[in-house]
């Protein structure tokens, strides 16, 4: 089976995507992941743009040894020189040259002519082959030149010591018909093309930077240059784990393997949000938040059937950790049903008429049900009317060393008085860890969501949250100018309704144990 080689240029194209800027150490600490993910090249970025890019380049190159490095420069003799300096301690170096090839670039921007792009091509691959053995050319803005010359330019290129081409769709234009034609007519016609990797590099200025790189793939590449999450320049470039899991999922159209762990993607790709920022939108093919979610009746009931109905792929493939039936309006009994088992309830057919009834009634008005939501349903009680149980009188936090430390101080039940102290890795969790030392439940955070509820520097925070209470998940929410002070207060309302929950359960009890007794 032929192999794709997996170049990623997450750390430098990217990076250029608004917003997306990483620190060294944070590169550093992108770039071991993705060697985790197993990437076969890592472009670690753009040496000759500024000081701390040269520093990241050098500093990558010294410490992630099993991929091949990158660095990027164009084919002036001082870009080529500084990405060779950076690349100089790596144990596996390449230096990836570029020139843009399209008329449009060439009289516009760069203002020569064909003749003298050439001479460039030739001069910047000779100067990069003699610091290494692996030089990238890329034509920028392959896909708008015209062909015949493009063809010249690869096989000058070649000529001048190039082992890998690159042909680039810079400004997302081309098209899976055109692109596979492309590279098709510049493998039949470029001398010594066999003898190097034809690369593709596609942006999805259109929605078809994946679709194009595996027309390229299908068309004789064996290299695609991609990002985690498809983050770039603009709309972004070909997502990496959605080329991957391509070509794994359709191995019977693309018989072709590569070397990427795929149950590090879920992870890599929550790392780079975690770095940047920026999170994938929820529908995003692999690692989306909704990826592997289902929300309709018909959807849930086939997955609780047989997983293949409606998955191609399991969660485990990527690194996700489990499918979700989210409960909504579309939901059907089948995931209804199943949620009340998982919570420790057996409903009979009667009882799951009722309250799938009650429950749709109650979808109808909210966008997502809770834990909290299908035990007040059951119980024929409401979690909005649950009564204060824990009440805060009093909170003291110390930061900004090792460990923050937390007092706490509550008002229980029918007045009783608690004081606790806790530490934690910041003062959300020193304050949690307080509150817990009171409480006889067991606790996990799931998700904690900040907004600014009004303007300005003494803006009221309004923070949300979901609380795994003894494994049955409640939401929170609490407002206040003081951050901490409002997730205690989120996290306090979380419990109350544990409390509820709790109390509800007893009493539903006590009544059908009375009816039995009849």
């Not at 929550?270 to 940047?276: A, E, F, I």
């Not at 994938?280 to 997983?307: C, M, S, T, Y």
């Not at 009171?438 to 949300?464: C, N």
Request: some cysteine.
């Amino acid at each position: 089976m032929d192999r794709v080689t997996i170049f990623d240029t997450t750390l430098r194209d990217g990076e250029q995507s608004p917003g997306a800027s990483m620190t060294a150490g944070e590169k550093l600490r992108m770039a071991h992941q993705l060697d985790a993910l197993g990437v076969d090249v890592i472009e670690a970025g753009f040496p000759i743009s500024s000081p701390e890019d040269f520093a990241s380049v050098r500093r990558i190159a010294s410490e992630v040894r099993r991929p091949v490095i990158a660095g990027l420069a164009r084919v002036e003799p001082g870009d080529i020189d500084r990405a060779a300096e950076a690349l100089k301690v790596a144990e596996r170096a390449r230096l990836h040259v570029f020139l843009a090839t399209s008329d449009i670039h060439l009289r516009h921007k760069l203002r020569i002519s064909r003749e003298e792009c050439l001479e460039r091509v030739v001069a910047g691959v000779q100067r990069a082959r003699a610091h290494v053995d692996d030089v990238e050319f890329s034509a920028e803005d392959a896909t708008r030149t015209d062909l015949p010359f493009l063809c010249a330019v690869m096989q000058a290129a070649i000529a001048a010591g190039a082992t890998t081409i690159n042909i680039p769709d810079t400004v997302g234009y081309t098209h899976p018909a055109e692109y596979r034609r492309i590279i098709a007519t510049l493998r039949a016609t470029v001398p010594g093309i066999d003898d190097v990797v034809v690369s593709v590099h596609c942006h999805d200025d259109l929605g078809l930077a994946v679709a194009n790189s595996l027309a390229g793939v299908e068309a004789g590449a064996r290299q695609v240059e991609c990002t985690i999450n498809g983050i770039g320049e603009r709309a972004g470039n070909a997502a990496l784990e959605e080329v991957v899991m391509a070509l794994r999922v359709r191995a019977d159209g693309y018989p072709f393997e590569t070397g990427v762990r795929t149950p590090e993607l879920y992870r890599t790709s929550q790392l780079l949000s975690y770095l940047t920022g920026i999170q994938p939108q929820p529908n995003k093919a692999i690692v989306g938040k909704n990826a592997f979610a289902h929300e309709a009746g018909i959807h849930q009931d086939g997955v609780i059937k047989e997983r293949s109905t409606y998955e191609i792929m399991t969660p485990a493939m990527v690194g996700v950790p489990e499918s979700q039936l989210v409960l909504g309006k579309h939901s059907g009994r089948n995931a209804l049903a199943r949620r009340y088992r998982e919570l420790g309830y057996e409903l009979s057919i009667e009882e799951t008429g009722r309250v799938y009834k009650l429950f749709k009634m109650l979808a109808d008005q909210k966008k997502a049900i809770f834990d909290e939501d299908l035990i007040a349903i059951l119980q024929h009680g409401t979690m909005e009317d649950a009564p204060r149980v824990h009440r805060l009188r009093g909170l003291e936090v110390r930061c900004g060393e090792k460990r923050s430390r937390a007092i706490v101080r509550l008002t229980v039940g029918d007045g009783r008085e608690c004081e606790a102290n806790g530490e934690g890795d910041g003062p959300l969790a020193a304050a949690f860890a307080a509150v817990d030392a009171m409480i006889e439940f067991r606790t996990e955070l799931e998700t904690l969501e900040v907004h600014s509820a009004t303007p300005g520097r003494d803006a009221v925070g309004e923070v949300s949250l979901r609380l795994k209470v003894n494994g049955t998940t409640f939401t929170g929410r609490g407002a206040s100018t003081d951050i901490v002070d409002a997730a205690v207060r989120a996290y306090l309302v979380a419990l109350d309704k544990a409390s509820h929950a709790r109390e509800l359960e007893a009493q539903h009890l006590e009544a059908a144990s009375y009816l039995w007794g009849v």
